[in-house]
């Protein structure tokens, strides 16, 4: 009679501040036969403790955690632990952020509005070695993590806190401060503040110029205006 030999499961650990959003991840996972999920975080230093703990195979994590931000702390597990590979799952827009997300040292980025059938696919690439970006901006992702590294710090949104890109890019996009407001569940005045900071690092003096910039850069970055602001 042959033994049964159990295989080893690939380990996950779930990065994310939305307990909803882990719970889901973790049922989609479990159901595979070759992976499982370790341990969960919902921010820089749960994490760093699970990864410590639970020595994961890899990290699935969002950019925006509690009290962290998830681009800083992929750079500090790619130094700390460089054979652990980190995949992105999250909602900003993949036009802008899956760069920062290769320069930050992770292998991949994925989009929490994609179908769920292709969060798999892109864990099981990530886990080959390979880097996992969606087709829509493969071309553009990979030509630019390529590129020096004097040429990849011309973006203009890299000033930016992760909050001001995302008033940035919905600006860009012809979003009003109330529409951006309601979008991002801010008040209109946090929004307003954000427009400040963001003219003051950008070195922009006016509100139309603001305006104008984020336009341009937004188109040059192909991202769609808004069909209603």
């Given at each position: 009679m042959k033994e049964q030999t159990a295989k080893r499961k690939t380990k996950i650990l779930v990065v994310d501040d939305h307990p909803i959003v882990r719970y889901g991840i973790s049922r989609i996972l479990n159901k595979e036969d070759d992976l499982a999920v370790c341990g969960e975080a919902e921010d820089g230093n749960e994490a760093l403790q699970a990864i410590e703990k639970q020595k994961p195979d890899l990290i699935l994590m969002d950019i925006s955690l509690k009290r962290s931000d998830g681009l800083k702390l992929t750079k500090i597990i790619r130094g700390d632990y460089p054979d652990i590979p980190v995949l992105i799952l999250s909602m900003h827009d993949e036009s802008v952020y899956a760069r920062k997300a290769l320069r930050s040292g992770a292998k991949g980025y994925i989009m929490k509005e994609e179908s769920s059938e292709k969060l798999v696919p892109a864990i099981r690439q990530v886990l080959r070695g390979d880097i996992y970006v969606s087709d829509n901006v493969n071309k553009n992702v990979l030509t630019d993590f390529a590129a020096p590294a004097n040429e990849q710090d011309k973006c203009l949104v890299d000033a930016l806190s992760d909050r001001e890109r995302q008033v940035f890019i919905?600006?860009?996009?012809?979003?009003?401060?109330?529409?951006?407001?309601?979008?991002?569940?801010?008040?209109?005045?946090?929004?307003?503040?954000?427009?400040?900071?963001?003219?003051?690092?950008?070195?922009?003096?006016?509100?139309?110029?603001?305006?104008?910039?984020?336009?341009?850069?937004?188109?040059?970055?192909?991202?769609?205006?808004?069909?209603?602001?």
């Open positions: 919905f600006l860009g996009q012809g979003y009003s401060s109330r529409a951006i407001a309601d979008k991002l569940l801010l008040s209109v005045k946090t929004v307003e503040t954000h427009r400040s900071r963001i003219k003051l690092k950008l070195g922009i003096e006016h509100n139309q110029q603001l305006l104008v910039t984020a336009a341009e850069w937004a188109t040059s970055e192909g991202l769609k205006p808004a069909l209603t602001v």
